[in-house]
């Protein structure tokens, strides 16, 4: 079974700080991991994927994140925090040998509240 | 180029009502799929769809039906709804065939009375 731990409800952190949101993952295999982002009443948003390669992903809007595979994480992270980057991050992973009914299924988080003061 | 669309956009059922709630996208994506988010539960699959008259459950599908007869179109239906089913819907659709990227619609907010 796949499964993706957020184990932060909210982050909160002053504008122009660094920002760091966690997620940990549990695949059987290679794992396929994405962060998404949620607006105020609005559909997600991709942010950024890894797939294979470079362990650290760049992503929209300034966000990067870290794929640590000893650690099974992966965190999003971005340098200077934005009061305009205050929403739900969601991160998601696929196990790469995984088949749901003969397709490949994301696991989504909880999500985590990402609230960034003035 | 809309994206993914979703009406309504707000919608009171009263208990053992049914409805249908309307997906569609522009950009010819093969795989679509039905979300709910509820409070501290994240996003939960419901149903999914890999290609026109394919279709298969996700997690939750008890109570909802889906179909898919187009490449753009892909409705949930709720045969009977119960108040378990107050929650905000989303549609995604995505580009490949191995769920990289999806993309969401706005969401239906649905209360069941």
């Known amino acids: 079974a796949q499964s993706v731990a957020q184990p932060e409800d909210q982050v909160n952190v002053a504008e122009g700080n660094p920002l760091t949101v966690k997620c940990t993952y549990s695949?059987?295999?290679?794992?396929?991991l994405f962060w998404y982002v949620q607006y105020p009443n609005r559909g997600l948003q991709f942010l950024l994927k890894y797939i294979t390669g470079d362990n650290l992903v760049k992503g929209s809007y300034g966000f990067e994140a870290e794929f640590n595979k000893s650690q099974t994480s992966f965190h999003l992270k971005k340098p200077s925090a934005l009061v305009s980057d205050s929403a739900l991050y969601f991160c998601a992973v696929r196990d790469r040998g995984r088949r749901h009914g003969g397709s490949y299924i994301p696991t989504f988080g909880r999500g985590t509240s990402l609230i960034v003061h003035p | 180029n809309a994206g993914v669309t979703q009406t309504p956009k707000f919608q009171v059922l009263k208990t053992g009502q049914s409805m249908t709630l309307q997906c569609a996208q522009d950009?010819?994506?093969?795989?679509m799929s039905w979300y709910r988010q509820d409070p501290g539960m994240g996003l939960r699959l419901i149903h999914y769809s890999v290609g026109a008259g394919i279709t298969d459950q996700g997690e939750v599908p008890n109570g909802y039906n889906v179909s898919r007869s187009t490449t753009e179109d892909f409705p949930l239906r709720l045969l009977s709804a119960a108040p378990s089913q107050t929650s905000v819907y989303f549609c995604?659709?995505?580009?490949?065939?191995?769920?990289?990227?999806?993309?969401f619609g706005p969401g239906t907010r649905l209360t069941v009375t």
């Open positions: 950009m010819n994506h093969e795989y």
């Open positions: 995604a659709s995505s580009p490949t065939g191995t769920f990289y990227e999806q993309y």
């Open positions: 695949v059987s295999g290679n794992p396929y």
